[in-house]
């Protein structure tokens, strides 16, 4: 099998590598606590899980909930999100995407809007 695909060991590797890498991944939803932006951190308080704590870094991506990008900074409290981390130790988790769901106006909006 290899004398066809030569190439197959190698990328199965290269794959069980990046795999690795990546590491355990988690997603959940809830609703924006504190976002500070320029400390890196994120609180969340979770449907099911409590409150957690995510840290930010240069390679967290946001979206609002068309899918369009934004900034940290056009997250605000009490906008309903959905996260994706990688845990870390002591109990935080490196954001990798947060995406708005709700923001926190539609909450309060009336229905005639």
Same mark, same amino acid.
């Given at each position: 099998?290899?004398? !066809?695909?030569?190439?197959? *060991? ?6 069980? %590598?990046?795999?690795? #890498? ?18 890196? !951190?994120?609180?969340?308080?979770? $449907? ?8 930010? $870094? ?5 979206? $609002? ?11 605000? %409290?009490? $906008?309903?999100?959905?996260? #994706?981390?990688?845990? #870390? ?21 009336? *229905? #005639?809007?």
């Amino acid at each position: 099998m290899s004398a !066809r695909f030569p190439a197959l *060991p190698l990328l199965a590797a290269l794959a069980l %590598v990046a795999t690795a #890498e990546a590491g355990p991944h988690h997603s959940g939803t809830g609703k924006v606590l504190s976002l500070d932006a320029r400390a890196g !951190r994120l609180v969340l308080a979770h $449907d099911t899980e409590g409150r957690h704590i995510y840290r930010l $870094d240069g390679a967290t991506r946001f979206f $609002d909930e068309t899918g369009s990008p934004i900034t940290a900074a056009q997250i605000g %409290v009490g $906008d309903y999100v959905r996260e #994706e981390c990688v845990p #870390e130790a002591h109990g935080l988790a490196l954001a990798k995407q947060i995406r708005v769901l709700r923001p926190a106006w539609m909450e309060s909006a009336s *229905p #005639e809007m």
